[in-house]
């Protein structure tokens, strides 16, 4: 499989629910991103990884935790999470953190 | 505040046009543009552009920056229903570590 992967592609949950977003690239790249997209506004950053550490957190609220086990895979954690959340979160990876980015095709989150 | 503005919000044109797209950007420690189209879900790249004056082409794709002016295009020559999608510019910059910002995109729509 190439490129960048994100599972689950659709996701519903509730408020009090625990889950986790999934992305995956097989692309050798060594930085890795998650982006949040709602409807009519820019996509927004949330989360770098280069070289498996932590680079950048443009203040995401703390029910949304990543973690990067190595370079090939993010996990996007979610607890407790309100209804304005629901949006199309976005995985990307690029060669370093000045190359263009590759995404995935998104998960689709839904909170009730 | 670093932000990209892009114009029109959206277009709507019969296939054969030409069409241009417009992207503006005020930014400090300014590294690269780049230009996405989104589809459906995954935004896939388009172009990387640096350096002022010079166009990058890809097919019926080109596109220019303006680092004097702050401001990139995207044109799109006969056009087809296949171009229909969101545009999006974003601008890489430095501030500590490399960060991207996105614009709201343009909305093309081509009809047959």
């Known amino acids: 499989e190439t490129g960048v992967t994100q599972t689950p592609r659709h996701l519903v949950m509730g408020m009090t629910n625990k889950k986790s977003l999934k992305c995956e690239q097989h692309l050798g790249h060594n930085a890795m991103y998650w982006y949040k997209q709602s409807a009519k506004k820019p996509l927004e950053l949330m989360f770098v990884y280069s070289l498996e550490e932590r680079v950048e957190n443009n203040s995401v609220p703390s029910r949304f935790s990543p973690e990067c086990p190595n370079s090939s895979h993010l996990f996007l954690h979610l607890h407790t999470l309100q209804p304005e959340d629901s949006a199309l979160y976005l995985c990307?990876?690029?060669?370093?953190?000045?190359?263009?980015?590759?995404f995935g095709p998104g998960t689709r989150l839904t909170v009730l | 505040e670093d932000k990209v503005v892009q114009s029109p919000l959206s277009l709507v044109v019969h296939e054969g046009d030409t069409v241009t797209l417009n992207c503006s950007y005020e930014v400090t420690n300014f590294r690269s543009l780049l230009w996405y189209k989104q589809e459906k879900k995954a935004p896939t790249f388009l172009f990387m552009l640096t350096s002022s004056g010079i166009e990058k082409k890809s097919g019926r794709l080109s596109s220019i920056l303006d680092k004097k002016e702050l401001f990139s295009i995207l044109n799109i020559t006969a056009t087809q229903t296949g171009d229909s999608a969101v545009y999006l510019c974003a601008y890489l910059f430095t501030s500590g570590t490399y960060k991207y910002i996105f614009g709201t995109g343009t909305r093309l729509k081509v009809l047959a």
């Open positions: 990307a990876s690029s060669l370093t953190s000045y190359n263009e980015q590759f």
